[in-house]
């Protein structure tokens, strides 16, 4: 397979892409608007082009990714005469209603539109751990699979809805960020107490390793809307969060993170679910508190 692409937006991830397809054996055609950020993959053969028309007219296939979608409309707005009978697979990180948005602005210009949402960090690009969803088009993702299996791993096309990879990408980072915030809290409490964080690491890799079993479950108790408490509950989740705000307080270190976990347990505990397994909270993030 030696699809010609073209990639426009050279952060550290248009470069792992440019990277993996050049490494493939496709043509690659880039674009980037600090120019000198396409050196070492001319270095390696890529085409850099001067203008971004030329970039589109280089390849029926054109993936961008960039900051947002504001930067993808600043780009392409102007081009998107040039676009017209074109794929655009777009792997910028952004919300479903700008996906949406992104489908509906190509469909009026005639250009063939498929989203994506990258999982995985640059260094997996290329490898089996990269981890790419898709969704929209999927006339254009069965058409471009081969060539978008480039960037390795795992694809995973969700549906003709254009928003989903976005939703996906949006609920599993949601996921990722409140994660790190405890994990670098627990830190910085673990510091108070002269724990390095290096000999904490291991063991909160011991946490995360308990978390799957626990995540199956709490995803069927979410989908069935059944929350029993019998092996724990909500009373018994909040005294522990409580132990661990006063430590943290009494060190003087920041506790708006877990005050905030804890008010919300605590408005299911004053609703009277305070015997409900953790999972009850779907219900009350359903619903602010006014
Ligand atoms: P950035 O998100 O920082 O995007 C940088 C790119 O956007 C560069 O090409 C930059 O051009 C361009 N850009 C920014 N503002 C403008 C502008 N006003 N006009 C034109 N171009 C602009 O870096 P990444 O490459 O890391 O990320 C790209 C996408 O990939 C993001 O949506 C990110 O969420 C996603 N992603 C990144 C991962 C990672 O590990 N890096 C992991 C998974 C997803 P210039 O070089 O000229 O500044």
């Not at 969803?133 to 390795?152: F, M, N, R, W």
Request: with cysteine.
């Amino acid at each position: 397979n030696r699809t010609p692409v073209t990639i426009i937006g050279l952060g550290p991830m248009g470069q792992a892409l440019a990277g993996s397809f050049l490494h493939q054996g496709h043509p690659t055609t880039v674009w980037n608007r600090t120019a000198g950020k396409a050196d070492d993959l001319v270095a390696k053969g890529a085409v850099q082009a001067e203008t971004v028309t030329d970039a589109v007219e280089a390849s029926r296939l054109v993936i961008i990714c960039v900051l947002d979608y504001d930067v993808v409309h600043t780009i392409l707005d102007p081009v998107s005469d040039t676009l017209k009978g074109r794929t655009l697979v777009n792997l910028t990180n952004g919300s479903p209603e700008g996906a949406r948005e992104m489908a509906t602005w190509s469909a009026e210009r005639g250009v063939d539109y498929l989203d994506g949402a990258i999982m995985t960090p640059t260094t997996t690009i290329g490898t089996p751990s990269a981890v790419v969803l898709y969704s929209g088009s999927a006339t254009v993702y069965e058409t471009y699979q081969p060539t978008l299996a480039s960037t390795g791993g795992s694809a995973t096309h969700l549906g003709t809805d254009p928003g989903r990879a976005a939703a996906y990408d949006l609920a599993l980072l949601d996921l990722f960020w409140t994660s790190m915030s405890g994990y670098i809290h627990a830190l910085t409490l673990a510091r108070t107490e002269n724990i390095k964080a290096k000999d904490l690491a291991p063991f909160a890799k011991g946490i995360v390793d308990i978390l799957p079993d626990i995540m199956d479950e709490f995803a069927h108790q979410v989908d069935s809307g059944h929350y029993p408490g019998d092996k724990s509950n909500l009373i018994s989740a909040a005294a522990g969060m409580e132990h661990i705000i006063q430590t943290a307080q009494a060190h003087g270190i920041d506790t708006s993170v877990l005050n905030a976990a804890k008010a919300v347990a605590q408005r299911a505990i004053d609703t009277g679910h305070g015997t409900d397994d953790f999972s009850y909270l779907t219900e009350v993030f359903q619903k602010p508190s006014p």
